[in-house]
């Protein structure tokens, strides 16, 4: 195993991946590594080696955002999630020294998950696809609520929703949960009738923590 310090939670939007990291960090005098943790590098990266990443740093109207296909769409998200696995390596590399416990919301996909960690060590956390599509203009995060206006101001507002609608779809897939839900790792499946602190329990116990 690469990392015995590093815990690593993996899945699909909405199944509670930040919420845990952060609280286990907390719950455990350890280290989050939240969401996006790699924009720290962001700024030093070259747009040729990380074209990917580098696409939104660069970009010049935003409304090339929200006008790509699906297909355009599926592209870039498997593209950063690739380059994305790069700089979490990096990071991850210089915090194995340290001698506190790493909790990660990760990009890193399965296969390179089951070579650098142990069984133990890794979670995935699950919620319905759907839910992914539905309700992500309903965060309040700057980020999406601009995109939400853009998408307001194009000549056909209602075509360019569907349009980003399904893109959402085509990266939150039936196919992509299977994928997580037989990976092999141990799996916890969102649950609205659940609190965070019987979450933070199941967990806990999963970690061994």
Same mark, same amino acid.
């Given at each position: 195993?690469?990392?015995?310090?590093?815990?690593?939670?993996n899945g699909t939007a909405y199944a509670g991946?930040?919420?845990?990291?952060? =609280?286990?960090?907390?719950?455990?005098?350890?280290?989050?590594?939240?969401?996006?943790?790699?924009?720290?590098?962001?700024?030093?990266?070259?747009?040729?080696?990380?074209?990917?990443?580098?696409?939104?740093?660069?970009?010049?109207?935003?409304?090339?955002?929200?006008?790509?296909?699906?297909?355009?769409?599926?592209?870039?998200?498997?593209?950063?999630?690739?380059?994305?696995?790069?700089?979490?390596?990096?990071?991850?590399?210089?915090?194995?020294?340290?001698?506190?416990?790493?909790?990660?919301?990760?990009?890193?996909?399965?296969?390179?998950?089951?070579?650098i960690s142990d069984y133990d060590h890794v979670?995935?956390?699950?919620?319905?696809?759907?839910?992914?599509?539905?309700?992500?203009?309903?965060?309040?995060?700057?980020?999406?609520?601009? =995109?939400?206006?853009?998408?307001?101001?194009?000549?056909?507002?209602?075509?360019?929703?569907?349009?980003?609608?399904?893109?959402?779809?085509?990266?939150?897939s039936p196919a992509a949960y299977e994928k997580? =839900?037989?990976?092999?790792?141990?799996?916890?499946?969102?649950?609205?009738?659940?609190?965070?602190?019987?979450?933070?329990?199941?967990?806990?116990?999963?970690?061994? =923590?």
């Amino acid at each position: 195993m690469r990392f015995s310090n590093v815990f690593f939670i993996n899945g699909t939007a909405y199944a509670g991946k930040s919420t845990m990291v952060k =609280l286990l960090a907390e719950r455990h005098n350890g280290i989050a590594c939240e969401e996006n943790y790699h924009d720290s590098m962001l700024a030093g990266l070259d747009s040729r080696e990380f074209p990917c990443l580098t696409y939104t740093r660069d970009l010049q109207d935003w409304r090339d955002f929200i006008r790509r296909t699906p297909d355009e769409y599926e592209a870039w998200v498997k593209g950063v999630s690739k380059e994305c696995e790069i700089l979490e390596l990096q990071i991850l590399d210089k915090l194995a020294e340290t001698d506190k416990l790493v909790f990660v919301d990760t990009n890193i996909s399965l296969e390179t998950l089951r070579e650098i960690s142990d069984y133990d060590h890794v979670l995935i956390m699950l919620a319905d696809p759907e839910i992914s599509v539905k309700r992500f203009f309903e965060r309040p995060d700057r980020e999406k609520q601009f =995109l939400y206006m853009l998408m307001m101001e194009e000549p056909d507002p209602e075509q360019a929703l569907e349009n980003f609608r399904q893109c959402l779809e085509r990266i939150n897939s039936p196919a992509a949960y299977e994928k997580f =839900l037989h990976s092999g790792f141990r799996v916890i499946l969102r649950d609205d009738n659940r609190s965070i602190e019987e979450t933070f329990a199941l967990v806990e116990r999963e970690f061994r =923590l």
